[in-house]
């Protein structure tokens, strides 16, 4: 069935520093692939999605490329804050109306 | 301003006491569904609803158990809590379903402890 493989956290950053966590997927066709945020003590937001082949989704500094060759769909900022802690997840929707979700990966930066 | 309400944001119950969380929206959104997430593990659909239509994921227990009497208001019952009912309980909304192209909005989540 579809999945998401997400890298294990946490990731931890100084403030400024390029960030990368890594999100694969395994469905058929093409699922559209988003990521969400969750800050402490709140729910899940939407991050960023992308819907095609190709596209790249982006939102406050946070850039996601959907790569079918890869099967991947990896999240990127390219300078972090302090405020950029958070657990972030990757998900996929594929003909379900459902989300799938990876594990999360937590990331804390420090001043 | 909170879209998606839940209640109480940390519930304690004994094992085998029945419980219910709730979770409200001022959204209008017709679908609501609630999602069970243990520590370390991905979010796990439990179940959906679309407008009044009731959705089962097939491998939910029947143990867990829901209601919508209106638009506005879901709630998630757990008939018998054991020990491997301790989670965070997220309820999300969704104006029309097809996650594809409406996102979702989520609630604080409800962290349950079974003792």
């Not at chain 1, 999605?49 to 790249?56: F, L, Q, S, Y």
């Not at chain 1, 972090?80 to 990966?105: M, P, R, W």
């Not at chain 2, 209640?7 to 094992?15: A, E, G, I, M």
Request: charged letters at 20%; proline letters at 4%; hydrophobic letters at 30%.
């Amino acid at each position: 069935g579809d999945s998401v493989t997400q890298m294990e956290g946490p990731v931890t950053l100084s403030e400024e520093a390029f960030l990368t966590i890594n999100c694969t997927y395994t469905a058929t066709g093409y699922p559209s692939l988003f990521w969400y945020v969750q800050y402490p003590g709140e729910g899940l937001q939407l991050l960023l999605k992308a819907t095609k082949a190709d596209d790249k989704g982006s939102n406050k500094g946070f850039e996601a490329t959907y790569r079918k060759e890869t099967t991947s769909f990896h999240l990127e900022k390219g300078s972090v804050q302090v405020s950029d802690s958070a657990v972030y997840f990757c998900a996929l929707e594929h003909n379900t109306d459902k989300l799938i979700f990876g594990t999360g990966t937590r990331l804390q930066v420090f001043p | 301003d909170a879209m998606v309400i839940q209640n109480p944001r940390y519930q304690v119950t004994q094992f085998g006491k029945p419980v219910t969380l709730s979770c409200s929206q001022t959204l209008n959104h017709n679908v609501m569904y609630w999602y069970q997430q243990k520590s370390s593990q991905a979010p796990k659909l439990l179940f959906h609803y679309y407008d009044k239509d009731f959705n089962n994921e097939a491998d939910t227990p029947d143990n867990f158990q829901s209601r919508r009497p209106n638009t506005s208001f879901c709630f998630l019952d757990i008939r018998s809590p054991g020990l491997g009912d301790a989670a965070m309980y997220l309820c999300a909304t969704s104006r029309t379903g097809g996650a594809g192209n409406e996102k979702l909005f989520f609630g604080s989540g409800t962290q349950l402890s079974v003792l």
